[in-house]
């Protein structure tokens, strides 16, 4: 299954991962909050940052959220 997202890199309780829109991307454990100014917040205290990884601003930020796949055995 193929992802937008590097899921190998994520801590456990990381199960979302979305960009913003100028790129940032942030890892939540419950489904974050989309804001209209291009920002997804928390919907908890709950918030993992991936580093000053190189970025691009996007327009389509709010199609970036992704639930964390399942694992198949």
């Known amino acids: 299954m193929e992802t937008k997202y590097d899921w190998s890199e994520a801590p456990k309780e990381v199960q ?4 913003d829109s100028n790129g940032d991307i942030f890892g939540f454990d419950v489904p ?12 908890n205290e709950y918030l993992h940052f991936f ?18 796949p399942v694992e198949k055995n």
């Open 16 to 19: 979302f991962i979305a960009q």
């Open 32 to 43: 974050p909050v989309p804001m209209t100014y291009g920002k997804w917040l928390p919907a």
């Open 51 to 68: 580093g000053n990884k190189p970025r691009k601003t996007i327009s389509d930020w709010d199609l970036s959220l992704e639930q964390r």
